[in-house]
């Protein structure tokens, strides 16, 4: 079996083919990307790979021996899979710990033996730097693969013992499209591929929190604002994200994600009057005809403007702002700037 078709990921299989055919494989790799962009999957053909004992070639398993089976079923004992403890918030030196001991002993069926560690930027400072023992002395029939969702919370010590293979977000037509063939509607489709950024694993957790229907009934409702009912709006997105999410860190978050929906609604008010007319692509397909009228004749600036205190509002959620004071700020001075532009 060749180097799995994930969508987008051809620069990461060319990256791994080329490492297996050489016969100069590091020792740990961190695969970096969104989730769903298929870093798992790579990891787990990775692993494939490594263990199968009828391999042809050097960058092919035969996805069919007991080895094969049993890595993709996660019951390889030559392979394990870890990553944050049910009911943790973070990946514990415990884990790492008992990692290192797996990866001390020889391998049972195979040549060598795999472990893949994901969330690898949950990780403790405890454990990164325990972990960082087992990759500055590798055991020399271990390889690793390390998943996270970006660099910035890797230690630089780990990561200077790792090769990284990035895992790009997917162009928003192909996602798109994904997104229809597993049954979405068109528009809803066209929309959440954009408001994700072209990752799948975004994609999939905000149509999971029903964001895409959320969003047709917001815009219909920014466009009629007024100052009578400001705090009506107010009162509504808040209670929106306060459904299913537990009080706290979670429901601020989910209050971001909805605020989100209304910035990309600024942003293409303001790609609309700045285009005139032109065919500029726009989040909203929809609402299209809606958002050209109401940004005709009116300069991008002032919906730039817009989009700026939607992400003020944002970012002070984030930062533990009053989320109710900052919710009637934000729909008092957008009702106000709306008056004035009319």
């Avoid at 999971?208 to 917001?218: I, K, P, S």
């Avoid at 300069?299 to 930062?319: H, K, Q």
Wanted: charged share 25%; with cysteine; net charge negative.
């Amino acid at each position: 079996m060749s180097v799995p078709d994930i969508l987008g990921q051809h620069d990461a299989a060319r990256l791994l083919r080329a490492a297996l055919r050489s016969g100069r494989l590091p020792h740990a790799y961190l695969f970096v990307g969104s989730s769903g962009t298929g870093r798992l999957a790579m990891g787990r053909w990775l692993a494939q790979v490594l263990l199968c004992q009828r391999k042809v070639e050097p960058d092919e398993c035969c996805g069919e021996c007991d080895d094969c089976v049993a890595v993709a079923s996660g019951r390889h004992p030559d392979y394990r899979e870890v990553g944050v403890p049910a009911g943790k918030q973070l990946l514990p030196i415990e884990t790492i710990r008992d990692l290192q001991r797996a990866a001390s002993l020889k391998p049972v069926l195979g040549v060598c033996r795999v472990f893949t560690v994901t969330e690898a930027e949950l990780m403790t400072i405890e454990a990164a730097n325990c972990f960082l023992k087992t990759l500055e002395e590798p055991p020399g029939a271990c390889f690793f693969v390390l998943i996270a969702s970006g660099l910035r919370q890797i230690p630089a010590t780990v990561l200077s013992r790792c090769q990284v293979v990035r895992f790009r977000n997917l162009p928003p037509d192909d996602l798109q499209r994904r997104l229809e063939e597993q049954g979405m509607d068109p528009e809803d489709a066209h929309w959440l591929a954009r408001r994700s950024w072209g990752s799948p694993g975004l994609a999939q957790r905000l149509g999971e929190m029903g964001l895409a229907a959320f969003n047709r009934e917001l815009v219909p409702q920014l466009r009629a604002m007024s100052l009578e009912d400001n705090f009506r709006l107010s009162d509504w997105l808040d209670g929106r994200a306060k459904e299913g999410a537990a009080s706290g860190p979670k429901s601020r978050a989910a209050l971001q994600e909805v605020l989100e929906c209304a910035l990309l609604y600024y942003r293409d008010l303001a790609l609309a009057a700045a285009t005139r007319g032109a065919a500029a692509e726009l989040c909203n397909r929809a609402g299209e005809d809606g958002i050209r009228e109401l940004a005709s004749g009116v300069e991008p600036d002032a919906f730039v403007e817009d989009a700026e205190l939607v992400l003020e509002t944002i970012e002070g959620i984030g930062a533990n702002a009053n989320r109710r004071l900052a919710l009637d700020r934000l729909f008092t001075g957008l009702a106000r700037r709306r008056g004035t532009a009319n």
